[in-house]
């Protein structure tokens, strides 16, 4: 039985149809999607880590030595007392905090750097995601 056209439109059948195929798709792309979370703040995590060694390369390519570990990584956005040829620009535009939005560790002896994010929990050690990521890893 055909409808009039001024009454066109979705019965409640066709509409539950689309809800339904819906809910599967959602029931089986959501656990995929949202279980990346704290997989991606890692991998987020490691790239700041290597964007900060790259400036603090830099900056001692410049200036001729790491700023030391009581200056901080500031060093790398406001010019530190005894830089020469501090970039005007700056390294970074502010200083980066890690994915769990506690500051970035940074340790100097003047030869070595490191730069260290304390994972999820924001305490030293761990395991998962709660681990300690830093530049020497590989």
Do not use: C
Request: net charge negative.
């Amino acid at each position: 039985m055909r409808r009039p056209s001024s009454q066109a439109g979705f019965t409640l059948i066709e509409i539950m149809v689309v809800v339904f195929i819906l809910g599967l798709l959602v029931t089986l792309v959501a656990p995929k999607i949202l279980g990346k979370t704290d997989q991606a703040r890692v991998v987020k995590a490691r790239a700041d880590i290597k964007a900060i060694e790259d400036a603090l390369h830099l900056f001692k390519l410049d200036n001729g030595f790491y700023p030391s570990t009581a200056q901080g990584l500031e060093a790398l956005v406001a010019p530190p007392p005894g830089a020469r040829n501090f970039d005007p620009d700056g390294y970074l535009s502010k200083v980066p905090v890690d994915p769990w939005g506690n500051q970035y560790a940074y340790f100097s002896d003047g030869r070595n750097i490191v730069i260290k994010s304390y994972g999820a929990d924001g305490t030293e050690g761990g395991e998962g995601y709660n681990a300690d990521i830093d530049n020497t890893q590989d």
